[in-house]
């Protein structure tokens, strides 16, 4: 048997709360539009639709059920999933530093973001872990 270590990889998550399914829809398909459809549904019969069967979360494996306390986490390839909330405690630890260099980084060319970024973290050169330039591409500040 060998043994394993995980990767330090810098995630984003939003925590479901019950009350923000807004920021969690925004967090997993950008902002929806409240006055017209999401997911086939007019936004209050959605809203409806979460409150009576729960919310669910499209993942690579299908859809899966969130609780409410449950973090929904974006991994490494832009996926989405929902984890429970003493997982997310023992595996992550909340990002606040200084900006880092990234002397130790392998940088690679990113033609979404525009310019290079970390092969293992994703993360630009000179910069707080944390940052996500997928936020940016788009021209989000």
Same mark, same amino acid.
Request: charged letters at 25%.
């Given at each position: 048997?060998? &043994? ?10 939003? &925590? ?20 017209g459809t ?71 060319d ?5 310019? &290079? ?25």
């Amino acid at each position: 048997m060998s &043994q394993f270590r995980k990767k330090p990889v810098v995630i984003d998550a939003v &925590q479901w709360t019950g009350g923000n399914l807004f920021d969690v829809i925004t967090f997993t398909n950008g902002a929806p539009d409240i006055h017209g459809t999401h997911a086939g549904e007019r936004w209050e019969d959605y809203c409806k639709l979460v409150e009576a069967e729960g919310l669910k979360i499209c993942t690579l494996e299908g859809k899966m059920s969130a609780s409410v306390g449950d973090w929904i986490i974006k991994g490494v390839q832009g996926e989405f999933y929902p984890c429970k909330p003493d997982i997310f405690a023992a595996t992550y630890d909340r990002v606040d530093g200084p900006l880092i260099a990234h002397e130790s980084h392998e940088m690679v060319d990113d033609s979404k973001f525009g310019g &290079q970024i970390c092969k293992n973290c994703g993360t630009p050169p000179g910069v707080r872990k944390g940052w996500n330039p997928c936020k940016y591409a788009g021209g989000e500040a």
